[in-house]
């Protein structure tokens, strides 16, 4: 009986060790090539902003912040990047758009739930974001907290 215990004690300990070095670091995560060559055809409009924030608000605030500063997550090594980082600001129109369309790990994808318009005009919202606060279009833009 005792062999038992300390054979599952092994096993117990093996696991443990096993998931705590399987811990994955972040990867970048990159769009596709491809999607640098994708065209907005809507175009930005008085309402675009105020629209994509109704979404915003209602989907993506609660991981993204009201300025896209990101909040720390409970259960997941994921973490929510600032949309104010220069390596995000880099990025084509095209892979933001795929990115939010795709989602990855937690974030989940919105490619079933919303029109390519609203994803368009979520582009064009993450784009004001990532703007110093006094340079954002959106009339209705709220201080980060
Ligand atoms: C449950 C939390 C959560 C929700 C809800 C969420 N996101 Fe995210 N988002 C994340 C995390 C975490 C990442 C980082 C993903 C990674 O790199 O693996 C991310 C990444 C992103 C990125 C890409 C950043 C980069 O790597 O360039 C964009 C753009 C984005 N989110 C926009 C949105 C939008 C728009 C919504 C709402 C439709 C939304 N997110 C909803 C957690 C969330």
Redo the contacts with the bound molecule.
């Keep these: 009986m005792a062999r038992v215990f300390s054979l599952l004690l092994v096993i117990v300990l093996g696991l443990g060790l096993i998931s705590s070095t399987n811990k994955k670091v ?6 596709p090539g491809w999607t640098d060559s994708l065209y907005n055809p809507y175009n930005l409009e008085p309402l675009t902003l105020p629209q994509a924030q109704e ?2 608000n209602l ?6 912040g009201t300025q896209g500063q ?1 909040y720390p ?1 409970e259960h ?1 090594d ?4 600032n ?1 104010k980082q220069d ?2 600001k880099a ?1 084509s129109d095209g ?2 758009y795929w ?2 369309r795709e ?6 994808g ?1 490619k079933s739930t ?1 029109s390519d318009e609203q994803l368009w005009q ?2 064009e ?2 784009r004001d974001l990532s703007k110093p606060f006094d340079q954002q279009k959106n009339p209705f833009k709220v201080v980060g907290e």
Excluded: D, N
């Design positions: 972040q990867e970048p995560w990159t769009a979404i915003y989907k993506c605030i609660k991981c993204h990101g997550l997941t994921q973490e929510v990047p949309f390596w995000f990025q892979a933001i990115k939010i989602g990855r790990g937690v974030m989940p919105s919303l979520l582009v919202y993450v």
